[in-house]
């Protein structure tokens, strides 16, 4: 069982950075952030794998957020910059142990755990 929680959620203007954290507990494999925004389904916007640090990214957010990850600390972060008011969201963090899946990592079922989410807002 692994637990997650996030932080560093909040408000920023359009153009603005923020910074999240996700806290694990227990081993991971992979751990990657989410977005939801209300009446949308929930995407995929970044993923790393624990040991080797490859990462990925949708188009839609490439080149302004970064994931990276302390694995001393065992946890992952998420740097967005140049944000923009389609941002706006409950971004999710989740992770997963599993080394084979046959889903991609940007994918909402590569992930058996969850946390808590926490708000992003981004105004023009």
């Known amino acids: 069982q692994v637990q997650l929680v996030e932080s560093g959620g909040g408000s920023v203007q359009a153009g603005g950075s923020l910074r999240l954290s996700c806290a694990a507990s227990?081993?991971?494999?992979?751990l990657g952030w989410f977005r939801q925004a209300p009446g949308k389904e929930r995407e995929g916007v970044a993923s790393i794998f624990t040991g080797s640090g490859h990462t990925s990214y949708p188009d839609s957010v490439n080149g302004r957020f970064t994931i990276s990850r302390d694995n001393a600390k065992n946890t992952v972060y998420l740097q967005m910059n140049s944000l923009e008011p389609d941002d706006t969201a409950l971004y999710y963090c989740a992770a997963d142990t599993r080394t084979y899946s046959t889903y991609t990592p940007l994918i909402r079922r590569r992930y058996a755990y969850w946390g808590q989410g926490t708000q992003v807002t981004v105004s023009s």
């Open positions: 227990g081993y991971t494999y992979i």
